[in-house]
């Protein structure tokens, strides 16, 4: 079965490092600003010519409250007027993509992320998605993926019904932890309650699926808590669930800095809380589908996987990776054919910028032909757990063994350790290596040597 997963304490502890999470390869971490607007326009057009259909992510950088932990782009501000300007903007922004793109292809992808896109007001939710509908050609059938990130504490029946009407039948739902002594820790209070209310608004209102983002590592948490928390979680039977390890980072992300070292948890209590929290979800019927991700059996995520189809794209784990992605808003990626992109991540400069009539695209990268390979080779091990060379080899015209003759002691030790079993036509990962996956894409990364690991989280 996909979802068999063996907990190996010494190999955990042996090839838990830090690295990326594989979102895109190359990472952001290499874009540079050689890559801009231009670059932008080009590949619109070459979108066009293909009539590639279309995701679209729009960023909403806007909280009322900050949450200590968080390491996104956002603004913090109690002065809800911030956003009609950022609208303004915003459709700005969209006349001069779609401008470019054929007016028939679809989105099939749509989704809201922040910050806090409840932070817009209803009818400042209206607004944005007449825009939307009027620039691109938006589904009305309920047939595409379309989802928005909500914080129970901004939400109510009310917004939940306002949602479906515009057109979601996706949320994703922020908790972290329901212990009122970590949740003090990290400023986030939410009750069971609130979370608990909108998750019976969206079954009410047959949105079609519901994930609950969870985080250990935090402080205060313990073993015996979280698994609490897990429980509580599990009773709410959400579609998908999102296990994240807490990166404590707060020499990069300020926020971060008003958390107390001293009370985040040990490394061992942290695995602890990642092997309990598996052994509670697989109990629950949860399959693991990869990096930190659970779902259901009948979940399109679950399927896809045993069907060999899934991908990951900025969004995680995906069934749209055929889409073109077209990231809209402050610091939001795009990803067109073969190049990346992402706006300017400063929100006077995004907004500067579009004033001026121009797009905010401050930095990307360019595909090469190593780069595509290495993508596809990345994108296998980490979405199917396993890869066939002579696919690999048919796509790219390459001798697979030859092509990464250098790579293959590290990868004959991962065979000898138990993470993957290694032949002569394929990769697959063992059910050991399957919470390692990464350290397992790491080896093929041309980038990981040139670079501090330090920019990432480690893979437990």
Known sequence: ????????????????????????????????????????????????????????????????????????????????????????????EMQLIACHLAPNQRVEQLHFGGGTPTFLNHDELRQLMALLRKHFNLLDDDSGDYGIEIDPREADWSTMGLLRELGFNRVSIGLQDLDPAVQRAVN????????????????????RSINI?????????????????????????PDRLSVFNYAHLPERFMPQRRINSSELPAPAEKLQ?????????????YRYIGMDHFALPDDELAIAQEESTLQRNFQGYTTHGHCDLIGLGVSAISQIGDLYCQNSSDLTHYQNALAGAQLATSRGLVCNADDRLRREV??????????????IEQAFNIDFRGYFNELWPELEEMADDGLIELSGEAITVLPAGRLLVRSVCMVF??????????????VI
């Not at 808590?225 to 979680?233: G, I, K, S």
Request: proline share 4%; net charge positive.
């Open 445 to 458: 990364d041309a980038y990981l040597g040139q670079q501090n690991r330090q920019r990432f989280s480690r």
């Open 188 to 207: 986030r209070l939410q009750s069971l309650d609130e979370t608990r209310a909108v998750i019976e608004a969206a079954r009410t209102l047959q949105f």
């Open 213 to 237: 983002d969870l985080i250990y590592g935090l402080p205060k948490q313990t073993p015996e808590n979280f698994a609490r928390t897990v429980e509580e979680v599990i009773s709410l039977q």
């Open 1 to 92: 079965m996909l979802d068999a997963i063996r907990w190996d304490t010494d190999l955990i502890r042996r090839y838990d490092l830090a690295g990326p999470r594989y979102t895109s390869y190359p990472t952001a971490v290499q874009f540079n600003s050689q890559v801009g607007a231009f670059d932008l326009l080009h590949a619109l057009r070459d979108s066009r010519k293909a009539q590639r259909p279309l995701s679209l992510y729009v960023h909403i950088p806007f909280c009322a409250n900050i949450c200590y932990y968080c390491a996104c782009n956002k603004v913090i501000t109690k002065d809800r007027s911030r956003a009609l300007p950022y609208l303004q903007r915003l459709e700005q």
């Open 273 to 285: 809380m990642l092997q309990r929290t598996i052994e509670q979800l697989t109990a629950a019927g």
């Open 378 to 391: 990345i994108q296998q091990l980490i979405c199917n757990f396993s890869l066939k060379f002579e696919e």
